[in-house]
Structure formats: structure tokens, C-alpha cells
């Protein structure tokens, strides 16, 4: 849907992907509670997490569907995003219960790719993929079963969602690269098609 008027900076879905940012600081204030391993704290900061994550689910959605779909939305949702993932992994790192290396290649992954996408704002806006968001649905599953406290017997469960994550992150990163070396090819050549007519001329 093409709306008929600018559409508001300040609207439902931009009030969503903020409100996730905000919900992130609590989230961690619950998780570190005690020892960080403390049951129902951790079933608290997962309830925090669970909700910034179903505000994922719909500030896109709305958006679209009502036409409410701004350059500062393209840009701040998956920065939220990887705030909420990325403060989760941290935390989680620190704690013990995940790997400092997966944390650092899915953070370096959301990083970089968080740069390029700033970086190629004078071309064009790299809105999210359709595997872009596969991934940080994944990622969030994957992050949640840690969070929660979980009967060792199925730990194998929570490492092969947080595998997919990884295999996800790092193969989604890899097609933004593509994306973006297209997007400046293609803008090297407009500008220089440009620069030929107007010497021709
Ligand atoms: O693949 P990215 O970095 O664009 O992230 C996807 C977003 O998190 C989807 O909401």
C-alpha cells in the first residue's frame, strides 16, 4: 500500500522497534539477579525477551500493512534487533553458558553488517532480507533456550538451534556483502554513464 501523505516519523511500528531498545537494560537488570542462574529470574529476564521479541514479529508487519514504513524504520529495526541479540549473547558469554566465540562471530557478523548498511546510505537503504529475518528469528529461539533454565539431558537442543543460528548469521552476512558490492558497482557505473553524456555533450 502507497500512502498519500508523508508518512509520521512517530507511528506505531517506529514506537515498537524503540520500545524493544528499552526493553533490553530490563531484560539484563533480571538475568544478573543473583548468581545469573537463579530459576525464576531467569525465567523473568526470558519473559522480557520473549516480548521485545514479539515486537519484532509486528512493527515490520504493521508496517507494511498499513503503509507506515520509514527509512528510520528500515534502519533502527534490525539495529534493535542485534541490540537485543547482542546484549543477550554478551550477557550469556559472561555467564558461562555460551561460548565467547560464538558471541564474537555473530556479533562481528551483526556489527559489519550494521556498518555497511550506514555506509551505503547514499546509494540505497539494505532493508532486511527474507533470510536476514529467518536468522534472527533463529537466533532469538536459539538465545531464549539459553536463557531459560534448562534440564541438561536436552542440551543438545539448544546447541543445534544455536548451530543453525550461527550456519544463518554467518550465510546471510555473506549474501549482504554481495548485495552491496552489486549496489556500488552499479553505482560506480551510473556515475560514470553520467560523466560520459555530459563530456559528450
Ligand atoms: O539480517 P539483518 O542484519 O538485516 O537483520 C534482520 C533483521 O533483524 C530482521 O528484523
Redesign the pocket.
Known sequence: MIPDRPVPLVNLPNILTVSRILLVPIGLIFLFQGDGHEPWWRVAAWTIFAIAAIT?RYD?HIARKRGLITNFGKIA??IA??ALTGAALVSLSILGDIYWWVTIVILSR?IG??LLRLALLRYEVIA??A???L??FVQICAIGLYVLPFPGFLEWFRFGFMALALLLTVG?GLD?IVKAVKIVASGRKRATNKTNSTESA
Do not use: L, R
Request: no cysteine; glycine share 16%; hydrophobic share 10%.
Open positions: 519484532d515490520g529495526d534490525p534487533d542485534k551483526e553488517i550494521t532486511a532480507s533470510g536476514g529475518k536468522k534472527t546471510t549482504y
